[in-house]
């Protein structure tokens, strides 16, 4: 049952990149690093996954390291609109183990103009 | 396409009362689950759906509880109200079947305020 950390809050300036970590140091071989966002009063919005390979989409980047027991989530170029709860979360590639998924607290991104 | 839709968006209910809540997945989507959300505790997973069967189950008691019908669409029910059941009541759907990678798409949940 892998659980992640991430940092409480976080502020980043407008414009800048806004790189949000994430250990998941107990992490299985077959889980996937998932990261979400939920803009206040919203549900959460997907923005990207990845196993053990560098993603990039039009969202965001996300670097995990090599022993996979860490990730960073980057917004190349962040904007007010930013501004959200992020939520890194782990889970099995099969559905089958959605029980164990916990999105926790998450790491509260303020961008600040 | 349209999102995951679900009814109502806030509601009222006494302890010791029922409720029931309702999600509507995207067109084509067979997979439903349902999140709880509270300040203190975050998202927690409460079920999950697929193709009317309940597939996996999280840690929440008994009084908690869902089904799934053959249009996919969900309903989740909540049985002698406390309390501590006031909070966001997340749905979420995915086209994804077994063994199969796919993110999820929430839908704008269900506030509940238990009196």
């Known amino acids: 049952d892998a659980k992640t950390t991430q940092p409480t809050s976080m502020d980043c300036a407008e414009g800048r990149a806004a790189n949000l970590p994430c250990n998941h140091s107990t992490i299985s071989g077959n889980e996937y690093v998932y990261w979400y966002r939920q803009i206040h009063s919203q549900g959460p919005q997907y923005i990207i996954h990845?196993?053990?390979n560098n993603e990039t989409n039009e969202m965001a980047s996300l670097i995990i390291t090599e022993d996979r027991k860490s990730s960073t989530l980057i917004l190349p170029h962040a904007t007010l609109r930013d501004t959200a709860v992020y939520y890194c979360?782990?889970?099995?590639?099969?559905?089958?183990?959605?029980?164990?998924?916990?999105f926790g607290i998450g790491t509260k991104l303020q961008v600040i103009p | 396409k349209a999102g995951v839709t679900q009814t109502p968006r806030y509601l009222i209910k006494t302890r010791g009362q029922q409720v029931t809540l309702s999600c509507s997945p995207i067109s084509g989507h067979r997979s439903v689950s349902w999140y709880q959300q509270t300040p203190g505790q975050g998202l927690q997973f409460l079920f999950e759906y697929f193709s009317e069967t309940q597939r996996n189950k999280g840690n929440f008691p008994g009084r908690f509880s869902g089904r799934q019908f053959s249009n996919s669409r969900s309903e989740m029910n909540v049985s002698t109200l406390e309390l501590g059941d006031s909070a966001l009541y997340l749905c979420a759907s995915s086209s994804s079947g077994p063994s199969i990678v796919n993110e999820q798409f929430f839908g704008p949940g269900t506030r509940l305020t238990v009196l």
């Open positions: 990845g196993l053990k």
């Open positions: 979360i782990v889970r099995p590639a099969n559905s089958g183990g959605y029980q164990k998924v916990t």
